[in-house]
């Protein structure tokens, strides 16, 4: 068995997005030579790797195998890129970062800014992720580090505090939950909502909260940010759940009231998440340590 180590990273995209077809983009190769690498790899190994469905692609045995190997080849690889840096002129390499939507929205930007500013050399992959995906990907090596809710259960991996944060409630002013004590969500829930994609990390978590309260989420309209609700609210056209940072800078220039959330998911302590007992690569430690900072 030859795989090089395109072929590994590309099945490690594929396992990790659940489809060829979008492990081939984050691999940024056509699905036609993403397809075919995986049957040359499937042919040279004398086994399968994938098993394919409708719903998508999930690793046989033997892909989980491979998997686990993959991902310890490939920070291997990069360790030793960003060894061999410093005989080449210094810091360089790549950090691979997962967050939920509270923390890509809402803190994120301006903390990566920090951090890329003071490592110009150094590159971020940055993806939105549920909190519990986040957990397992930072645990099985496939990703760098982690910032997810408070509220998750990281078992054993090594946690640092990162943001406090809350949700709320948006609606216009006016509107029959405006002007009221906290509210919990089951009563935003027979309202029309405004909201954001259902792919974000965000709804996908507020469509489950909505089948524990036995209640549809009626999406009204969904949207690419927070901002952007806040504007469609204003108008109108439904209620929003929003971080309460998005609601206090929203509310100096729109015409909205904001509700606290009575539920306790809606406080958000947000923890940056690291694998525990490994040795963390100097730029991936700099970045827990400027995110912290």
């Not at 549920?130 to 997810?148: F, K, R, W």
């Not at 054993?156 to 004590?181: C, E, I, M, N, Q």
Request: hydrophobic share 45%; net charge neutral; glycine share 8%.
């Amino acid at each position: 068995m030859r795989f090089d180590l395109t072929d590994l990273r590309l099945f490690c995209d594929v396992a990790d997005a659940g489809s060829i077809t979008a492990g081939a983009e984050r691999s940024a190769l056509a699905l036609a030579a993403a397809s075919t690498r995986i049957r040359g790899m499937e042919d040279a190994l004398g086994a399968p790797l994938l098993i394919r469905s409708r719903q998508g692609v999930t690793p046989t045995e033997a892909g989980r195998t491979l998997l686990k190997h993959a991902r310890a080849m490939l920070a291997q690889s990069a360790r030793l890129k960003e060894d061999l840096s410093a005989f080449a002129g210094g810091f360089s390499g790549e950090v691979r970062l997962l967050a939920n939507t509270n923390a890509l929205t809402e803190f994120l930007p301006e903390a990566l800014s920090a951090f890329l500013a003071d490592h110009p050399q150094v590159s971020v992959d940055l993806e939105e992720r549920l909190s519990d995906e986040i957990v397992g990907l930072v645990a099985e090596g496939a990703a760098d580090v982690g910032i997810v809710a408070g509220t998750v259960d990281v078992g054993a991996l090594t946690t640092y505090p990162f943001r406090s944060d809350r949700f709320v409630v948006v609606t216009a002013k006016g509107h029959p939950l405006s002007g009221r004590g906290p509210v919990g969500f089951a009563q935003a829930l027979d309202y029309d909502q405004v909201g954001l994609e259902r792919s974000s990390s965000l709804q996908r978590f507020l469509v489950g909260k909505a089948a524990r309260e036995g209640k549809p989420l009626r999406l009204r309209v969904q949207l690419r940010s927070f901002d952007a609700v806040c504007r469609l609210v204003e108008c109108g056209v439904g209620v929003g759940v929003v971080p309460a940072t998005t609601a206090a800078r929203a509310v100096k220039t729109m015409a909205l009231a904001v509700t606290d959330l009575a539920d306790d998911w809606a406080i958000r302590e947000l923890t940056i998440v690291v694998r525990a007992g490994a040795e963390l690569r100097p730029y991936a430690k700099a970045l827990v340590e400027s995110l912290q900072a």
